[in-house]
């Protein structure tokens, strides 16, 4: 395989209730968070895909924060400079997804 999805993060004012539906609806199991963390996060996974659901910020949007996949091969997935299939979220940023 290629390409395989390995970690999504969303932002919610509600991550604890967030992290006990995604583990009642998928049977995610939930890790500990961190104790240095200035807010607090859910993190739940099924061993294969992690789900991290994090607090909102004071003027953060909630939602779709970010996605990670693991690749076979890093320098096939960056030639050229970007990933083949990069797409950068705004002109004049250099955000890409």
């Keep these: ?37 200035p807010r607090g996060a859910a993190v739940v996974g099924d061993g294969y895909v992690g789900l991290n659901i994090n607090s909102r910020a004071p003027g953060r949007q909630s939602g779709l924060d970010h996605f990670g996949f693991e690749v076979e091969d890093v320098a096939f997935s960056h030639k050229g400079g970007k990933s083949a299939f990069s797409y950068q979220l705004d002109s004049g940023s250099n955000r890409y997804l």
């Design 1 to 37: 395989m290629f390409a395989q999805l390995k970690h999504v993060a969303i932002v919610s004012d509600r991550f604890t209730l967030l992290g006990k539906f995604y583990e009642s609806l998928f049977g995610m199991r939930s890790s500990k968070p961190s104790s240095d963390e």
